[in-house]
């Protein structure tokens, strides 16, 4: 969770400030790395969705069940994070951004 909620945004917004700032052209991104980047992630947020699905349940569930449910749950959640995405970077004014919010958008 601590690499999808924090190093993942962390890393995006160093790759989109390197397109501003020189010293800091290490991080810009191809653009195959960008999506290599964003499937890796949504596999890994599958992957731990799973995890919590098949092993939280005090009742075996089998295979079919984890993995229908963290399949939907993670499509939903790269829908909220495109929606939240757009909702910082479009709707909310930049004055109004405080601490971990900005390194989200």
Not at 33 to 39: C, M, S
Not at 96 to 105: D, H, K, M, R
């Amino acid at each position: 969770v601590l690499v999808t909620n924090f190093i993942v945004p962390t890393l995006n917004f160093l790759i989109k400030l390197a397109d501003q700032l020189e010293p800091l052209q290490v991080f810009r991104l191809s653009e195959f790395q960008d999506v290599l980047l964003g499937i890796i992630t949504t596999l890994l947020i599958f992957a731990l969705f799973f995890v919590f699905y098949y092993l939280i349940p005090y009742e075996n569930l089998g295979k079919k069940v984890p993995l229908l449910s963290a399949l939907w749950a993670t499509i939903l959640w790269k829908v909220a994070e495109i929606i939240f995405g757009y909702y910082i970077g479009e709707i909310l004014p930049a004055e109004g951004v405080y601490g971990a919010f900005i390194l989200i958008a």
